[in-house]
């Protein structure tokens, strides 16, 4: 579980809610037909823009932001360098008996057992690399594209309140006032759905997406390092280079 998205979620609710607080009540800021002019617009947009195949998988994406967790690259390099070491020892069908966890990993490792051509084992595993980029970008899409349309129903719910207040001028200026909170609430309504709940969770599932091709590219890296029998230290070294330098390996001297 990401613990940092539930904090950030919290933080930019807690802020909103007692700046409200402290100048005025709750109460000020709920209104129905603002709430209405938001969300049903942005959930029609939904609708018009992706094929109801795509609309499902909204909900289980956005939770990923909050239950998944990141591979660690460096400990998926360690594994590896296990992995040829036993392959070093041993051989290369010896890996099929090795237990591996993760998923693209065990698949990897099993190619590699089964004596395919390391331009064999490039183009499948390559393949599902950039068949997993292409899921993720769509997900990223569909949510990136709510937040940018918060906003714009905030604006167009404004604009028909303004259109309202400006027929109804013989109320009085308290009337006006009033007319002119509730107007402005949808551009409230459509900045908080952009700017909290939508495009940093995109943000986030960007971080995740990019993360999961680098572990996946090093897996590629690294089994083919093992299939051309390379030394287990020549493959850890050139894995490394995936990382920033300040979290690759020292070798002692």
Do not use: C
């Amino acid at each position: 579980m990401d613990i940092a998205t539930i904090i950030g979620l919290v933080l930019a609710m807690a802020a909103i809610i007692g700046s409200i607080l402290a100048g005025g009540s709750i109460g000020a800021f709920i209104d129905v037909p603002s709430i209405l002019v938001v969300g049903g617009g942005v959930t029609a947009a939904i609708f018009i823009k992706w094929p109801i195949d795509q609309i499902k998988l909204l909900v289980p994406t956005y939770l990923k932001s909050i239950l998944n967790s990141t591979t660690d690259p460096k400990k998926m390099i360690e594994e590896i360098q296990s992995l040829a070491e036993t392959a070093r020892r041993e051989s290369v069908f010896a890996l099929e008996k090795v237990p591996v966890e993760d998923a693209f990993l065990k698949k990897a490792v099993t190619l590699a057992a089964d004596n395919r051509p390391p331009e064999v084992i490039t183009a499948i595993l390559q393949l599902e690399i950039d068949s997993l980029t292409e899921r993720h970008k769509t997900g990223i899409n569909i949510i990136s594209n709510v937040g940018d349309d918060g906003p714009a129903f905030g604006m167009i719910g404004t604009l028909i309140g303004l259109v309202i207040m400006l027929q109804n001028l013989s109320g009085g200026p308290e009337e006006l006032g009033k007319a002119m909170a509730v107007a402005i609430l949808t551009t409230f309504y459509g900045a908080v759905l952009a700017n909290v709940f939508m495009l940093p969770v995109a943000n986030k599932l960007k971080f995740y997406s990019e993360n999961e091709a680098l572990v996946m590219n090093i897996i590629v890296a690294g089994v083919l390092g093992i299939v051309a029998g390379e030394n287990p230290r020549v493959i850890r070294e050139k894995l490394d280079s995936f990382l920033p330098p300040a979290q690759r390996a020292v070798e002692e001297e």
